[in-house]
C-alpha cells in the first residue's frame, strides 16, 4: 500500500543495500572458464573403475587427497599434442581399432 506522503512525493529512495543488490544471476561454486569448452566421453563400467583407482594411486604417489578425471584427462590431451611420438602411437591406435 502507498502512504499519502508516497502518493504526493513518489515513492521513497531505494535504500543503498536494494540499489547495490545484483542484477544477473550470481553462480555459486564452480564454474567454468569462459576461455574453456567441455568434453564428455563414454566408459564401460569396468574403465571408469580402472580411471577411479588409477586416479586414488596416482594422489597417494603424488601426495594429494584426490587426483580428478579432470586433471588426468587435460594432462593426457597435453601430451598428446606435444609429443609427436605419443601422438603417432594413439594414431596407430585408433586406425587399428577401425
Known sequence: ???????????????????????VPVAIGRTRSPRTTRRTVDLTPAQHRALDIWQREAADRIGLARVTGQEVITALIDQLLSDPRLSAQITRTLQARR
Open 1 to 23: 500500500m502507498s502512504s499519502p506522503s508516497d502518493r504526493v512525493n513518489g515513492p521513497s529512495p531505494v535504500t543503498p543495500s536494494v540499489a547495490a543488490a545484483p542484477t
